[in-house]
């Protein structure tokens, strides 16, 4: 499939997924969930979805929840890319540490 289309399909589904996660997280006060970045398959059977979760110490039980979820948060996209897409793919989802690793260089660096 065409890399023009695929990063188009990425762009669609991070930002439905970033919008789903941000009304899932407001009953919850001081937490933050976005979507970091979003890998699609060649096929588009699978994506990967790298969330980012502030504060990082809830990080693996907000991870294991949203795995729990998957299937209400595929029915979920499903709802709101029907029109754009025939086939929703399977979603797995991984914790982006990227700012935790950038945080603990500074710290390293200004020692």
Not at 11 to 20: F, N, P, S, T, Y
Not at 36 to 48: C, E, G, H, P, Q
């Amino acid at each position: 499939m065409d890399r023009k289309r695929l990063e188009k399909i990425e762009r669609l589904i991070q930002k439905e997924l970033g919008d789903i996660f941000q009304k899932q997280t407001q009953a919850m006060p001081g937490t933050l969930i976005s979507v970091s970045r979003v890998r699609v398959s060649a096929d588009l059977s699978v994506t990967k979805a790298y969330l980012s979760i502030f504060p990082s110490g809830k990080g693996k039980e907000l991870i294991e929840a949203i795995r729990a979820n998957t299937k209400a948060i595929r029915y979920d996209l499903g709802q709101r890319v029907r029109t754009q897409l025939r086939h929703i793919p399977e979603l797995t989802f991984f914790i982006d540490d990227s700012l935790d690793y950038i945080e603990n260089i500074d710290k390293l660096l200004n020692r």
